[in-house]
């Protein structure tokens, strides 16, 4: 997501527009330009309860780090489509480029870069929308404890990732809220001082072997079209 402030941004890249928030019975309403996909974290649940090959999710990040690349395979995540920026509803999840050489470490670690190259999509886009460049992407959520995801992410977009001391960031904004309304604290710029970084995750790729495994995720993309009459 990406805060637009008071102004509700239309989207010409497949973006969603939607209300961030509104603090107070008459604060101004804020605005953000949203990324929806429809299968990330989730994939990881799928390694785990349908294709077995890992018993917790966390587990996920020991298995990729058995290869040092993905070595051409692609996991496309499409089971129920493709959402931001494509919204292709015929795709469905692939996996492409396999050969006889490709095991369980490739599939585990396409699984996780398949949720930095969503990323990276959804990112080009909002730089694209709101003609800035963006400096940092702050994270939240499970997937933080995965630095293997984390670094591969901050290599896909080419800024630092940056996770912070409270990875659970909704239900942390909505106790500011909560705070807010009885008066713990008295503006947003009280709550602001209270964000604190942890890890900071520089991009370490160099552009060609970057653009490689980009090019190549749009090629398997590309594979998972089509699949259903819509």
């Not at 040092?68 to 995540?77: A, M, Q, R, T």
């Not at 709101?130 to 293997?148: C, F, M, Q, W, Y």
């Amino acid at each position: 997501m990406m805060n637009t402030g008071s102004e509700a941004v239309v989207s010409a890249h497949g973006l969603l527009t939607t209300l961030a928030y509104q603090v107070g019975e008459h604060g101004a309403p804020i605005y953000a330009l949203e990324g929806s996909v429809s299968h990330s974290g989730s994939t990881i649940q799928w390694l785990r309860d349908q294709l077995q090959i890992i018993h917790k999710a966390s587990e996920s990040e020991s298995l990729a780090a058995q290869t040092k690349s993905n070595d051409g395979l692609y996991f496309v995540p499409a089971f129920s489509g493709l959402f931001a920026p494509y919204w292709r509803p015929d795709a469905r999840a692939c996996i492409v480029g396999m050969t006889a050489s490709h095991n369980r470490f490739h599939i585990a670690r396409a699984a996780l870069e398949a949720a930095a190259y969503q990323t990276r999509e959804v990112f080009d886009a909002m730089n694209a929308d709101s003609h800035i460049s963006l400096k940092e992407l702050r994270v939240d959520g499970g997937g933080t404890a995965n630095n293997l995801l984390m670094q591969f992410q901050a290599d896909m977009i080419q800024v630092p990732v940056v996770k912070p001391m409270v990875m659970e960031t909704t239900s942390r904004g909505a106790a500011f809220c909560a705070g807010l309304a009885v008066g713990v604290w008295k503006d947003l710029s009280e709550l602001k001082a209270l964000w604190k970084e942890n890890v900071r995750f520089m991009p370490l790729m160099d552009h060609e072997e970057r653009m490689r495994n980009f090019l190549g995720w749009k090629k398997a993309v590309s594979k998972s079209l089509d699949w259903e009459e819509c």
